[in-house]
């Protein structure tokens, strides 16, 4: 991941082919020594995103993986969050909504995790 300094508060991100970004978001926060990091937006293409959906009854996330057939990407739709600290580490919770030419129902999926 490559960090861009856009101002006094503001970070952009780039991530390379394969990298995660719950993970490296997690690393920047603990890397940086803050309290937290705040995601207001994702402009990309991605190759597959997993959500995760929590499940009251169990305590537990269900995570669902959504990968385009062929060549075609999944887009960003809307996507907002924050990285904070659970229990002394790290901790991503990200919500979007995501987005590919298959469009099916599960293509519209929006998530946490």
């Known amino acids: 991941m490559k ?4 101002s006094l508060r503001n970070v952009a991100f780039r991530l390379a082919a394969g990298e995660n970004l719950n993970t490296q978001l997690e690393k920047y926060l603990e890397e940086a020594g803050a309290g937290f990091l705040w995601l207001y937006s994702i402009q990309a293409q991605i190759h597959s995103v997993t959500l995760g959906f929590w499940d009251i009854k ?5 995570r669902h993986t959504i990968q385009p057939i062929g060549p075609s ?3 960003p739709g809307a996507v907002s969050g924050n990285v904070t600290w659970v229990d002394g580490k790290p901790f991503a919770h990200i919500h979007g909504s995501f987005y590919s030419a298959e469009a099916s129902e599960e293509g519209r999926l929006l998530g946490g995790g």
Request: charge should be negative; glycine fraction near 0%; charged fraction near 25%.
């Open 73 to 75: 990407r999944i887009e």
């Open 58 to 62: 169990t305590q537990v996330y269900e």
């Open 3 to 6: 960090t861009h300094p856009v």
